[in-house]
């Protein structure tokens, strides 16, 4: 941090998140001086309303103090926007943070590819995958991965990044020391192993709806281009997406199925203008020569699923003898014998099943969904399978049999 991070934090505390504070440096030199200016200079400033100074007489620098200690005592940085570290693509936009707060080691984002992968929390096997495979695609190229830290396509871009040893931030919609999402804290543990932890939110700030829609500015701000991979039209993606837009950041979608219309986002960006991605090539082009990469060698999905046999085992489903008439029939039949046995669930075992989908979900995903507690979605998760109504896969995923 540097020697005005104490300024920027009594700033950040009286006027809260998000604030645009340029405007006030215009009128002040720097930080600093604003803070060292009286009430009269305060009021004559046009960036400034009545119930901001009002705020502002009432913090004291003693009530950042405690901050301070927090994050020393927890090993957690703070890097303000006077500090060297700090992002400069993240000053361009016209709210950058005042301060932010990392745990992990941030890489040198100015001098790097930065690309942000967001989308839905609710993600098909395939849209994981994809991600997976294009994140790990572009971070071997040495491209730095962006994205918010939660369940779907945003696990999945940070896993792809880590498993190639590539360097990957997750910004959060929360402060540190919350337990906000932690079935996810085996991956954020990750990440800051291979990268950084990254929020605007003092320590134990908790996510709620109004944090999320901050935090996706610094993702699409710290990034030269925006990957939306399976959104729905109103979602927190698109929202990223507008963002970008603003802030004159490149915009690149996967395409998604016309048959999902519940992901319709994705397409409809693509409508609007977006580059097509189907590739990670197509995600480093625009910035090869700038940053020196050589797109010769950037590697085919192909390539990269036949390195994964994990992967390349997930898209052979689709086997030809799958669709032959017998297979259909039976098929058809135990479908019709689960429906039945579907209609006798009652209590918690109901609940859960009526949450699954035929894509694979995580288990968090799904307690949120039923808002009970992990134990009995477990409890009726365990008592689906036995009934054949369910099935796992590795890493707690869950669908529908």
């Not at 080691?105 to 930065?114: A, F």
């Not at 830290?149 to 999945?156: C, I, Q, R, T």
């Not at 701000?221 to 039209?233: I, K």
Request: proline letters at 3%; hydrophobic letters at 40%.
């Amino acid at each position: 941090m540097s020697k005005n991070a104490i300024y920027w934090l009594w700033l950040q505390r009286a006027l809260g998140e998000g604030v645009r504070f340029k405007e006030i440096l215009e009128d002040f030199k720097s930080i600093r001086e604003f803070y060292n200016a009286n009430i009269l200079d305060w009021k004559m400033s046009t960036a400034l309303v009545p119930k901001q100074i009002n705020k502002l007489e009432e913090v004291s620098l003693d009530d950042v103090q405690n901050i301070m200690y927090t994050c020393e005592q927890n090993g957690w940085q703070i890097i303000d926007y006077d500090d060297e570290k700090y992002p400069k693509r993240l000053k361009e936009i016209s709210n950058p943070p005042a301060v932010l707060f990392a745990d992990g080691e941030l890489p040198d984002m100015d001098q790097s590819v930065v690309i942000s992968i967001v989308g839905t929390r609710k993600a098909s096997e395939y849209a994981v995958k994809v991600t997976e495979l294009l994140s790990r695609g572009v971070s071997e190229s040495g491209a730095v991965v962006v994205s918010g830290g939660a369940l779907g396509v945003d696990s999945a871009a940070h896993r792809g990044a880590i498993m190639c040893g590539g360097k990957t931030i997750a910004v959060l919609g929360c402060g540190f020391g919350t337990n906000y999402l932690m079935g996810n804290k085996s991956l954020r543990n990750s990440i800051k192993q291979n990268g950084a932890l990254l929020t605007e939110f003092p320590p134990f700030t908790q996510a709620s709806k109004y944090t999320f829609p901050l935090r996706n500015r610094i993702i699409s701000g710290l990034s030269l281009g925006l990957l939306v991979v399976e959104a729905g039209v109103k979602s927190g993606s698109l929202i990223t997406a507008r963002f970008a837009a603003e802030q004159n950041r490149d915009i690149y979608a996967v395409p998604c199925s016309i048959l999902s219309p519940e992901f319709a986002g994705t397409n409809r960006l693509i409508e609007d203008g977006a580059i097509v991605v189907t590739k990670p090539a197509d995600l480093l082009c625009p910035y090869a020569e700038r940053f020196h990469i050589d797109l010769s060698k950037v590697k085919s999905v192909d390539r990269l699923m036949n390195e994964n046999a994990d992967t390349s085992a997930n898209f052979e489903e689709n086997k030809a003898d799958k669709l032959s008439f017998e297979n259909l029939e039976n098929g058809r039949i135990e479908r019709e014998m689960r429906e039945k046995a579907a209609l006798s669930l009652s209590g918690n075992n109901k609940i859960v099943y009526e949450a699954l989908t035929e894509s694979l979900q995580h288990i968090d995903v799904i307690t949120e969904k039923c808002n009970l507690p992990v134990s009995s979605v477990m409890g009726a998760l365990t008592a689906l399978e036995i009934a054949d109504l369910a099935v796992s896969a590795s890493g707690k995923r869950y669908k529908l049999s």
